[in-house]
């Protein structure tokens, strides 16, 4: 398990804001992935339990790993990446016709639908954490935070369509550092998927998850 995982004696982990004070966070995009300087809020410390939201970089494994952790813990899962496409068509599409400041107003609708769920395990695509809104209500949810390698990526994404990793590893890294500090200071808790196996990161989750309760 990940060494965040130690839960302060005083309750909630902390959701390590200080990394956004001193390492400058985005508060709105500026252009497509860029973020401009901004202190971030601090994760209110009377959060509920649920929901616990994955964030992370894209092809992290927080679909894959959410799932099992929702099912492990019997309740439902959504990945707002699934619904936008269910409702509007693939996501490749929507950013050739419409542009990707069309994609990020979906994405909000989606995921402030799926947070106003009480019980539930909700996916984040990788860019949704840009929205000042969308931060603004994961400081009342318990934000688990996914991170992986552009080698370890590079071997999961080989057939993958994704309009954000049309340019290859070079500029999943570059986005990945862009949000690394807004992912860092919105965490309940961290855990490296890089090398591990799925089910055993997700049994690492659960455990965790109920330790909380």
């Known amino acids: 398990m990940s060494p965040d995982a130690s839960r302060p004696a005083g309750g909630w982990p902390a959701a390590r804001p200080e990394p956004a004070r001193t390492d400058p966070a985005a508060q709105g995009v500026r252009a497509a992935g860029s973020v401009e300087r901004s202190v971030e809020p601090v994760r209110d410390s009377d959060a509920p339990l649920y929901p616990l939201v994955f964030i992370g970089p894209m092809a992290s494994g927080k679909s894959k790993i959410g799932r099992r952790v929702a099912r492990t813990l019997r309740v439902p899962f959504i990945d707002t990446d699934t619904d936008i496409v269910a409702g509007h068509g693939p996501i490749t599409e929507i950013f050739a016709s419409a542009g990707e400041g069309h994609f990020r107003s979906l994405e909000r609708a989606a995921v402030q639908a799926a947070l106003l769920r009480h019980r539930v395990v909700v996916s984040l695509g990788g860019g949704a954490v840009?929205?000042?809104?969308?931060?603004?209500?994961?400081?009342?949810?318990?934000?688990?935070?996914?991170?992986?390698?552009?080698?370890?990526?590079?071997?999961?994404?080989?057939?993958?369509?994704?309009?954000?990793?049309?340019?290859?590893?070079?500029?999943?890294?570059?986005?990945?550092?862009?949000?690394?500090?807004?992912?860092?200071?919105l965490a309940s808790i961290h855990f490296d998927t890089s090398t591990r196996p799925v089910d055993a990161i997700a049994a690492d989750i659960v455990k965790w998850v109920r330790e909380q309760s």
């Open 130 to 185: 840009l929205d000042p809104a969308t931060r603004a209500d994961l400081r009342r949810a318990t934000v688990i935070s996914l991170s992986t390698t552009a080698e370890a990526v590079r071997n999961r994404t080989k057939n993958a369509k994704r309009p954000l990793l049309a340019a290859g590893p070079d500029a999943w890294q570059r986005i990945y550092d862009e949000r690394r500090p807004l992912y860092e200071a």
